[in-house]
């Protein structure tokens, strides 16, 4: 039975990442600080464990493992990202991580690795714009991404290439844009765009208003969580390196994103704008590389993702806002069921 080890499996995109692994029949080990939030991890191993520690990447890979994915990361939306307050964690978290694991993956000559990283990655001179005709993978350089996560990402596309070049390693790269589906954080400061607009819409009434940070024109392209993990393992088990992005190039507005919420929800909601981080302007995924090499590219349109998001942000919310129940008053049995 082929092994695979995933490296922040308690997060979003790694907790489903493990469920598509068990359904391939996959033997799987995750590992992360915590389990998934919402639904129990389907791994047959499971680690609580600082993958910043040494140690704890050791044991993590303490036999050879046919695929390695690592996802673990410091990270969140544009109001943990952009406003500068964890960057020493972000960055520190993050690096330390990778180098960590590359480590403990050599000792034990689990050479195939999977890097998730980010559209972050490009430079905001090719963002200043709303309208943006897609970023290709050669756009990287000359590097100005516009935050430390994005640099820090940058980096360890680095470190990686470097373990492939001196070491043997056979990484696969990708740089994955705002990928949203259900299970992911929705309520607690990391959550991005998607999730945050249809809590909003969820939260509203009908009609209703919903706060957007800025003017909401700023542009951005999300890809659903199935689509992302289709993407994954077709690139893992290419015989290419990368880096690719993998996202859609179906690029909206966040004043779009917020009408297709509120279309999806059958409500009539307003935007009123507020300041707040914004990112850059304008972000769009190019797709020609990734087709080109794998013969494949998502498809699926914006909508569709959003109204399974949006289902399951709805029950949450549903279940927040339920009112505590009353102890309800001991009920007597009827005669004829006590009888029997
Ligand atoms: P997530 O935050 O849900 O998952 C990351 C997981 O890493 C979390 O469960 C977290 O607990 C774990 N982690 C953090 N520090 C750790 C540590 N020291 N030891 C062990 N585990 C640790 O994020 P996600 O959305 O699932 O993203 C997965 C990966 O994809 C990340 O590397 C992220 O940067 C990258 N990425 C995601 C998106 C996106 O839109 N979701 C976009 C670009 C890149």
Redesign the pocket.
């Known amino acids: 039975m082929k092994k695979a080890l995933v490296?922040?499996a308690?997060?979003?995109?790694?907790s489903h990442l493990v469920k598509r692994l068990k359904a391939e029949g996959f033997w799987v080990r995750g590992?992360?600080?915590?389990y998934p939030r919402f639904s129990p991890t389907q791994a047959d191993d499971f680690i609580v464990?600082?993958?910043?520690d040494l140690a704890v990447c050791h044991e993590a890979v303490d036999t050879r493992f046919d695929e390695v994915y690592q996802?673990?990361?410091?990270?969140?939306g544009a109001g943990y990202i952009f406003t500068g307050e964890n960057d020493a964690s972000v960055m520190h978290?993050s690096a330390q991580?990778n180098l960590n694991i590359l480590e403990a993956c050599r000792r034990r000559n689990s050479f195939r690795i999977f890097y998730?990283?980010?559209?972050?990655i490009y430079p905001e001179y090719r963002q200043l714009e709303a309208e943006n005709a897609g970023l290709a993978e050669s756009d990287a350089y000359p590097a100005a991404p516009d935050s430390e996560y994005g640099w820090e990402?940058l980096f360890s596309e680095r470190l990686y290439a470097a373990y492939a070049r001196n070491h043997g390693f056979e990484v696969r790269v990708a740089?994955?844009?705002?990928?949203?589906g259900p299970e992911?954080?929705w309520n607690d400061g990391?959550e991005?765009a998607p999730a945050a607009i249809c809590r909003k819409v969820a939260q509203a009434g009908n009609p209703g208003e919903i706060e957007i940070w800025g003017d909401g024109e700023q542009t951005r392209s999300f890809l659903y969580i199935d689509e992302c993990l289709e993407g994954t393992i077709r690139f893992m088990r290419s015989d290419w390196a990368g880096p690719v992005n993998i996202g859609s190039e179906e690029m909206v507005s966040i004043n779009r994103l917020a009408a297709i919420a509120a279309d999806i929800a059958g409500k009539t909601i307003t935007p009123r704008h507020i300041p707040g981080p914004l990112g850059v302007r304008g972000r769009n995924s190019n797709n020609k590389l990734i087709f080109e090499k794998l013969a494949w590219r998502p498809s699926q349109p914006l909508a569709s993702g959003l109204a399974k998001t949006y289902a399951w942000i709805d029950l949450q919310v549903q279940k927040t806002q339920r009112p505590k129940e009353a102890p309800k008053p001991a009920i007597r049995q009827p005669e004829i069921e006590a009888a029997e």
């Open positions: 490296c922040g308690g997060g979003f995109i790694g590992v992360d600080l915590k464990g600082d993958l910043r996802l673990a990361a410091d990270m969140g978290n991580i998730s990283s980010s559209a972050c990402k740089r994955y844009h705002n990928i949203f992911g954080a990391k991005k």
